[in-house]
């Protein structure tokens, strides 16, 4: 990837928050692997130059919830993120402020990794226009 592509690219990090340690269905048995990969995800974005974007899934009430303290980055991830969002829905794209925050940054390239594929990163994915270059 060339500067210039990098300067345009933003890492999306999703819902990697202390929030999930503390919901019911939480297993720490695949943990280790997921912060090392993510780290190292983190620090090829940050030596390359891409943005780095945090996002933070919010409810009213629960482990999810600003009151609850746990809306917040996994302690062990080192993350120093360019711009943080809160989303109250599982796409990053829905009332978060990121749009306007990638428009506003030139942003034409995305990463998008997090701590539920299958729910928050692939229904952000979902929200992306495609377009087919010849």
């Given at each position: 990837m060339s500067p210039e592509d990098a300067a345009k690219t933003a890492l999306l990090l999703i819902d990697a928050q202390q929030s999930f340690e503390h919901a019911p269905y939480w297993s720490p048995v695949d943990t280790p692997r997921f912060y090392e990969r993510t780290q190292t995800l983190i620090e090829g974005a940050k030596s390359r130059g891409m943005a780095l974007a945090q996002i933070f899934h919010v409810e009213?009430?629960?482990?999810?919830?600003?009151?609850?303290?746990?809306?917040?980055?996994?302690?062990?991830?080192?993350?120093?993120?360019?711009?943080?969002?809160?989303?109250?829905?599982?796409?990053?794209?829905?009332?978060?402020g990121l749009p306007v925050w990638l428009?506003?940054?030139?942003?034409?390239?995305?990463?998008?990794a997090g701590i539920r594929t299958e729910q928050c990163c692939e229904t952000t994915r979902g929200m992306l226009p495609i377009a087919v270059i010849p």
């Open positions: 009213d009430s629960g482990p999810f919830s600003i009151a609850s303290g746990y809306v917040r980055s996994l302690s062990a991830l080192r993350i120093s993120p360019h711009a943080t969002f809160q989303k109250p829905r599982h796409s990053a794209f829905v009332a978060s428009v506003e940054h030139d942003i034409r390239h995305l990463l998008i």
